[in-house]
């Protein structure tokens, strides 16, 4: 399952029933006016191969049961207001990382 709204005009929060997409592989709502944090819901996308954020308002941090999502590759977070840590757990699977213009503080873990 495929959720691609790429530059849409969406705005509002990412509502946490997201999470109930259980059959979720890659989501995208890149480059819309997204705000709100990122749901800990997300963290029951055990299917989730891509998450792709970027280019929003999101805030707060990268939820540390994100570190969950046993089969995320791809992480692009990339240009909205995050601030935090990158959770140790999280890049343990991940090929690609995009956390660029936010307020990321700490080392990336290897």
């Not at 709204?5 to 029933?17: A, M, R």
């Not at 109930?20 to 990122?38: C, E």
């Not at 929003?56 to 939820?63: R, W």
Request: proline fraction near 7%; charged fraction near 10%; avoid cysteine.
């Amino acid at each position: 399952t495929v959720v691609y709204l790429y530059n849409q005009g969406l705005s509002g929060t990412i509502p946490p029933q997201l999470g109930d997409i259980s059959q979720l592989v890659y989501l995208s709502l890149y480059s819309n006016s997204i705000s709100g944090t990122i749901p800990a819901e997300t963290s029951k996308l055990s299917q989730l191969g891509g998450l792709y954020l970027g280019r929003n308002s999101i805030s707060g941090t990268i939820p540390p049961e994100t570190s969950k999502l046993s089969q995320l590759e791809h992480l692009g977070l990339g240009s909205n207001a995050i601030s935090g840590i990158i959770p140790p757990e999280q890049t343990s699977k991940l090929k690609y990382l995009d956390l660029s213009d936010n307020d990321i503080s700490g080392t990336v873990p290897s």
